[in-house]
């Protein structure tokens, strides 16, 4: 797969280099003046300039990938003129990083593939994980449904999935398993398999449900 980052700070930076170690070819543009060679690392192709600039864009193949990623996000105004410049070209997966509700609106609206709101999800997710000691990581999927790394209820140990029922008692779909001491994930999960005390459940469905679930008696927290 082709990407194109734009803008080379923090969130791009660790994006193009989580693509790179995936095995995808990742080219890039930053605006400042000094591409930094951490930066630059892994990177096909790297230019420098205004990142509105249509012929920057061009320069940089921006027509060929498969994806591109406006990794900015400080200005808005900016944001969207480089989404229309990429619509321009071609480019039809186009994600865009934003710092505000209003403006994550504002990108929907440019039928952007999805609005980043980094610190947003990043809050989310660590409240979810302070309220409740047993939610060990927190994914939003749909307005009031999540998937969620859950810690084996206590009342749940020793029992089948096939006893438990889940999916038939809760709506819950337990999506993997993972054994904390050895960190093996097993995708599905082994529906006749024992669960222990070492083990944790990828679990999705409604928020509430994961709520009650995680709050009742004999529910387990873990150290991290």
């Not at 679930?213 to 873990?222: D, F």
Request: glycine share 8%; aromatic share 4%; charged share 25%.
């Amino acid at each position: 797969m082709r990407v194109l980052v734009i803008g080379l700070g923090a969130f791009g930076f660790w994006f193009a280099r989580t693509m790179r170690e995936l095995g995808h070819v990742v080219s890039a543009i930053e605006r400042h003046d000094v591409l930094d060679d951490p930066q630059a690392e892994g990177i096909t192709r790297a230019c420098v300039g205004d990142t509105t600039d249509p012929g920057l864009l061009e320069r940089a193949a921006a027509g060929d990938v498969d994806a591109a990623v406006i990794a900015t996000g400080e200005d808005l105004s900016t944001t969207i003129l480089v989404t229309m410049a990429l619509r321009d070209l071609g480019v039809r997966e186009i994600y865009a990083k934003t710092r505000s509700v209003n403006a994550s609106r504002a990108l929907d609206r440019l039928d952007v593939t999805d609005a980043i709101f980094p610190e947003r999800d990043a809050g989310a997710r660590l409240a979810h994980r302070i309220v409740s000691r047993a939610v060990l990581d927190y994914v939003p999927i749909g307005e009031g449904f999540s998937m969620q790394e859950i810690t084996v209820p206590e009342s749940w140990i020793g029992q089948s999935l096939v006893e438990i029922e889940p999916r038939e008692r809760l709506s819950l779909l337990i999506v993997g398993m993972r054994d904390a001491l050895t960190g093996e994930l097993t995708l599905p999960p082994d529906p006749s398999a024992r669960l222990k005390p070492s083990d944790s459940l990828l679990v999705a469905g409604r928020d509430d449900v994961l709520e009650t679930l995680n709050t009742r008696p004999g529910t387990r927290s873990r150290k991290r």
